[in-house]
Structures are given as structure tokens and as C-alpha cells.
């Protein structure tokens, strides 16, 4: 999944082509609440998923360790921490 995850605070850091070409509000997310997608998805896997399933994430990079945790939390396992070509923390994986 590749949920929004920018920040409202980090609009002024996107590149033009993305800010001008991509809708809002599938980009971004309010300040207050950063994982509100990933949280209604991870709530959504805990009925709809198998277990043994897999989930990905396109991640912002500040906030994959609090993803992390989360995911803990609600009993997923295997949880990665997957870094980009630029070596930032871009793609969580788990399995339920």
C-alpha cells in the first residue's frame, strides 16, 4: 500500500512535479496524525487478512519505527525496516 504519508508541514519540500501533478489528498496527511491510513489498514488486516499474510508500506521515513511499533502492537511479525536507494527508511513489510 503507498497511503498518503507527507506531512501537511512538508508540503513546501515537494518537488513540483509531484505537488503539481498529484491530487492532495493522496498525499498528504495531517501533522497530528501521520499513520492515520496505516492504522485503519493494519485494523482492517486483523479481520480480512490470513494469517501468514503479508503486508508492504511506503513509508515516510520518519516515521517508520513508530510503524514498526504499531504493527507490534497489533501482533504482526517479521516487521522490516526497508531503506531506499538513498538509503532512507522507505518500505515496511510484516506478516500477520
Request: glycine share 4%.
Amino acid at each position: 500500500s503507498n497511503p498518503p504519508y507527507v506531512l501537511e508541514s512538508e508540503k513546501e519540500l515537494m518537488h513540483y512535479n509531484v505537488v503539481h501533478y498529484e491530487p492532495a489528498s493522496a498525499l498528504y496527511v495531517p501533522n497530528q496524525s501521520p499513520l492515520v491510513f496505516y492504522e485503519r489498514i493494519m485494523k482492517l488486516c486483523q479481520t480480512h487478512l490470513k494469517k501468514g499474510g503479508r503486508l508492504y508500506f511506503e513509508i515516510n521515513e520518519n516515521f517508520g519505527d513508530t510503524l514498526a511499533d504499531s504493527l507490534s502492537k497489533m501482533n504482526f511479525i517479521n516487521i522490516k525496516i526497508i531503506k531506499d536507494f538513498r538509503d532512507r527508511n522507505r518500505f515496511v513489510f510484516c506478516e500477520k
